[in-house]
């Protein structure tokens, strides 16, 4: 480097402009003056000699300007030089004293770190759901469409889907799809695979390109046409072994033979994520209004067609509604539209700004954690940066000397956020479906990116700036002046490092009651009583091959063949199949209309859980039958009335004072089908999910020629043993009928509270991390505190001062900080918890014992972080400290 | 000393000269511009304001180094001293212009 040999020490003072032409002048001058005198030695008069002298001498204004250029040049060069120089010797210097202090550095870069780390996760989890446009093409113009009975949002039946694409003029697609179980055998294994069956036009609609082979055809759609299929990356790869020549096979979905038309891209978006197989479906115009299974999503033909799109879906709507009077009563019910993108993220926004609000106070605690630290630092040092503020060097310089140690800092916590930030994306994506919207489009790029760059330099401002600014800030002699204990320089910064540790408190307590709420919520739902022993309890679905079993009378033998054979399997004590299982698997929910209450006219119906199930079901979950009598065999082949069973919520609800046995309804909206009976009631189980009031159930028989069940087993021991012999019964009817989702009940009940787990961990989890740095901050405060007062607490304790009241000062100076901070969180909690109380369960967001039981909690471990360092400081001997001094 | 006129500085060997001056050690630049004329017995003469050009030239280009320091008189000068970089340069610009004035005296000596 060129400079390298004018080295300057950083207390040389640089040269001004008019310094510069100062000394040019000077020197110029001396040149002068000693020749004249040279002249003068000669015999010339001294004005003679200092004329001779300035003629000798030639174009003095020209050299004088030369010399000047000259000069600037240099000293311009020598300042970026020092620049760079001041920068590397800062670095060192910084590197050098944070390796000597290996605990504070290692406890800033890691806690930093994780702050960083996880709010990049979890705002890379919100950018994927939230901030990214949906991988169609033109994602704002797609809108999902669907029937508006506040506050329902229903599908759309094919007569409503029919009726939408003849008559809109608004959009340029109209698509549909609907999940369809298919069932896939290769000879060997029967397989259930998820499904759809898409109008022919989806993949169009959407701007979704096939990797290899053609989308559907209007052909495809028509009755009658050569089955095709289009199948799914993975599928391919996974089933079809990934050739090229599977373009163009056959395979096998529901027993029947269907050509593979196209395979889609690996990456596709949200709405195919999930799915293997997708067959067109064929919809003729149906009898009535229902059954409601399409979703519907249209294309726009432009932003501004959006008013009258909305405008256009509720006249269609109005058309149609005289026309299916009879078979669905809500006339308050309309359509509407709503964007794609928020159809799909679905209801996540409070999840996700809870989760962001953790991570991102967690880090922001970790910076005034760094910030406490750096200040002792600094404070201690105050005597080395006062001797190089004397030395010359300038304020801006000590500052940046300072924030040299805070961006080293900065930068070894965003290599931990990083490596945090990567393991982090990686879990999410893969275990975070369930939580997630598009969890599989979390990446570590764009935004994301600069969302960790920013954190980054905000931690270096953060916890750099502040001690920075305070360290260089006083009167150079003052510090010069005080003694090695620095406690006049020490007022300001143990205030500011007070205040700090205030801050902690005041965030890691709101904190704190929110993983409170939450662990109190997830205890509660774990607690739900679903109404029977969840112990020993298996179930399965099953799903019969459509081709094979066209014939009723086969389905019928296949079904009671199966309860037959599976009921009398060893260790089984008994079997049913039913068409939904608690907590959360409901297949059907079913309007009705009361004899003695009928709805009134235009008014919607009420809606409950309406479960088929075999005679059996009551037995296997051991339900009690308080009125009337349980479904019989016979009852599911009765033509004069339709016999159901209810259970005492339904019962309640509807008929309060007692007597529903006998009462009669009209269900699903059908005036001309026989009398729905109520013949008995039943305790009640939680069908709805979990955290969900139970509002009723109804039992019907379950129609024997049914295409698809859910098999139940009330086992004797361990349900999971008796699960191959099952598979294995199953297998022995038929090897090419697939058992799916089969699992115990209390797998299925641990699989409905993973979210609310997974939540409240990681709350919990952070507002753990939240509680150490606090405690960390207030026992760096208080021992720091207690180094600074060693002698006069020697001095006291010498001259015989009690060492209770020594350590209740002590203590209490501590405690006044942590209390401070505290009561501000309590605010803070009382003002914003009710934010989150959609997310809980069985519990106030207001609830008095949590608020009280996380007080305490934070003041008893403060009180023990402030009295560790107390007690350390009374129990020294006296003379020993005073000695040191 | 000579009685004719000193011989005007050829282009390129100013900055040979005053680096090659200031070998020894430090010196200002009247020192240098006395130390020329009277080296040659006055038939090499720097001009005044090409010197101080000269040496400004050769600081920025950091083959020389100043500072203050006092001189006769109780004045104040400006010493130069070479650097590291300028006695390196002094080495091949002297090599450089033997090799030079041999080639021209070898072609003198043909004639």
Not at chain 1, 79 to 84: D, E, F, K, N
Not at chain 1, 186 to 212: C, H, M, Q
Not at chain 1, 446 to 463: E, K, M, N
């Amino acid at each position: 480097m060129r400079h390298s040999n004018r080295r300057r020490p950083f207390w040389y003072l640089q040269r001004s402009a008019d310094r510069v032409a100062a000394e040019i002048d000077e020197e110029l001058r001396g040149h002068l003056e000693m020749r004249a005198d040279d002249l003068q030695r000669r015999g010339l008069s001294p004005d003679a000699a200092m004329r001779e002298a300035i003629r000798r001498f030639g174009d003095l204004d020209t050299t004088r300007q030369y010399c000047r250029e000259q000069d600037r040049q240099l000293e311009a060069r020598v300042r970026r030089g020092l620049m760079i120089d001041e920068l590397l010797q800062d670095i060192r210097i910084s590197l050098r004293g944070l390796v000597r202090a290996p605990v504070m550095t290692l406890a800033i870069v890691l806690t930093v770190g994780l702050g960083i780390g996880a709010t990049t996760v979890i705002f890379g989890a919100i950018d994927a759901a939230l901030l990214r446009p949906l991988p169609y093409a033109q994602p704002n113009h797609l809108v999902r469409i669907y029937t508006d009975s506040a506050p329902n949002r229903f599908p759309f039946s094919v007569a409503d889907y029919l009726a939408l694409t003849t008559q809109q003029t608004q959009f340029a697609q109209i698509a549909a799809y609907a999940s369809r179980p298919i069932v896939f055998s290769d000879g060997t294994i029967a397989e259930r695979l998820r499904a759809r069956s898409v109008s022919w036009n989806y993949f169009d609609a959407l701007g979704i390109k096939p990797a290899a082979g053609r989308a559907f055809e209007e052909a495809d759609a028509r009755r009658g046409a050569a089955p095709a299929a289009i199948v799914s990356y993975s599928f391919w790869q996974q089933r079809l072994g990934g050739h090229a020549d599977a373009l163009g096979a056959a395979i096998r979905l529901d027993g029947v033979g269907h050509t593979v038309v196209g395979i889609l891209p690996r990456a596709v978006g949200p709405l195919e994520a999930t799915q293997d197989v997708f067959v067109a479906g064929h919809w003729d115009p149906p009898p009535r209004k229902g059954p409601f299974f399409l979703t519907v999503i249209g294309r726009l033909r432009s932003d501004a067609a959006r008013t009258a799109a909305a405008e256009e879906l509720h006249v269609i709507n109005r058309r149609l509604f005289p026309i299916w009077k009879a078979s669905y009563q809500d006339d308050r019910a309309t359509w509407s539209m709503l964007d794609l993108d928020a159809f799909i993220v679905g209801d996540i926004g409070t999840i996700a700004g809870l989760a962001l609000t953790a991570v991102a106070l967690v880090w922001l605690i970790a910076c005034g954690n760094a910030s406490s630290l750096l200040i002792a630092r600094v404070t201690s040092r105050r005597r080395e940066l006062a001797v190089r503020a004397a030395l010359g060097a300038s304020r801006t310089r000590v500052v940046r000397y300072l924030l040299a140690e805070s961006v080293l800092l900065a930068v070894g916590a965003s290599a931990i956020g990083v490596a945090i930030a990567a393991a982090g994306i990686d879990l999410v994506r893969s275990v975070g479906a369930g939580y997630f919207p598009r969890s599989s489009e979390i990446a570590l790029d764009g935004p994301v990116l600069w969302v960790l760059a920013a954190l980054t330099a905000a931690s270096a401002l953060l916890f750099g700036l502040v001690p920075a600014v305070h360290g260089s800030g006083g009167p150079v002699e003052e510090a010069l002046r005080s003694s090695g204990r620095g406690s006049t320089g020490g007022v300001a910064a143990r205030r500011l490092r007070r205040a700090l540790v205030a801050a902690q408190f005041a965030i890691a307590t709101p904190l704190l009651i929110v993983a409170g709420l939450l662990l109190v919520s997830l205890n509660q739902l774990s607690g739900v009583d679903l109404g029977f022993d969840t112990r020993n309890l298996l179930s399965g679905s099953i799903q019969l091959p459509m081709t094979q079993y066209a014939d009723a009378g086969q389905r019928v033998s296949f079904w009671n063949e199966l309860q037959r054979r599976t009921a009398a399997l060893p260790g089984v004590a008994g079997a049913a199949l039913a068409d939904s299982r608690p907590p959360s698997d409901v297949n059907n929910y079913n309007n009705f209309d009361l004899e003695d209450f009928p709805a009134a006219s235009g008014q919607s119906q009420p809606v409950t859980p309406w479960l088929a199930v075999t005679p059996e079901y009551f037995g296997v979950f051991g339900l009690t039958l308080l009125h009337g009598r349980l479904l019989e065999e016979r009852d599911a082949t009765r033509t004069d009335v339709q016999p159901i069973v209810v259970d005492r919520a339904w019962a309640r609800r509807f008929f309060p004072n007692g007597g529903a046995v006998g009462k009669r309804l009209r269900s699903g909206g059908c005036t001309t089908c026989p009398w729905t009976v109520v013949v008995g009631v039943v305790s009640d189980v939680k069908y709805a999910g979990l955290d969900k009031p139970d509002e009723g159930s109804v039992y019907q028989p379950l129609a024997p020629q049914a295409m698809s069940r859910f098999l139940i087993v009330r086992t004797r021991a361990d349900a999971a043993r008796v699960l191959p012999l099952v598979r294995q019964t199953i297998h022995e009817l038929d090897a090419g009928v697939p058992l799916s989702s089969a699992a115990t009940m209390e797998e299925l009940i641990d699989q409905s509270l993973q979210r609310p787990r997974s939540l409240s961990v990681l709350v919990a989890a952070f507002a753990a991390v939240a509680l150490l740095l606090s405690l960390v901050g207030i026992y760096g405060v208080m021992a720091y505190y207690v180094q600074q007062h060693a002698k006069d607490i020697s001095i006291r304790l010498a001259l015989g001062g009690r060492r209770a009241d020594v350590l209740q000062l002590v203590v209490g100076q501590g405690m006044k900080v942590v209390s401070i901070g505290i009561v501000a969180g309590l605010l803070t909690a009382v003002a914003s918890t009710r934010l989150i109380a959609s997310l809980l369960f069985g519990v106030n967001a207001a609830d008095a014992r949590i608020f009280a039981a996380v007080s305490a909690v934070l003041v008893t471990v403060a009180l023990l972080a402030c009295l560790l360092p107390a007690q350390r400081a009374t129990r020294a001997e006296p003379a020993a400290v005073l000695r040191e001094e | 000393m000579s009685t004719h006129l000193p011989m005007p500085i050829m282009q390129g060997t100013l900055d040979l000269l005053v680096l090659s001056v200031l070998a020894p050690g430090a010196m200002h630049g009247y020192g240098i511009a006395t130390a020329v004329h009277q080296r040659t017995d006055g038939e090499l003469a720097i001009p005044d304001a090409a010197l101080y050009q000269a040496l400004h030239r050769l600081e920025r280009q950091d083959l020389v180094e100043a500072e203050w320091g006092p001189s006769d008189n109780n004045r104040r000068a400006r010493y130069y001293t070479l650097t590291r970089a300028g006695r390196a340069r002094l080495r091949v610009e002297a090599v450089n212009w033997r090799r030079y004035a041999r080639a021209v005296e070898a072609v003198l000596a043909g004639s």
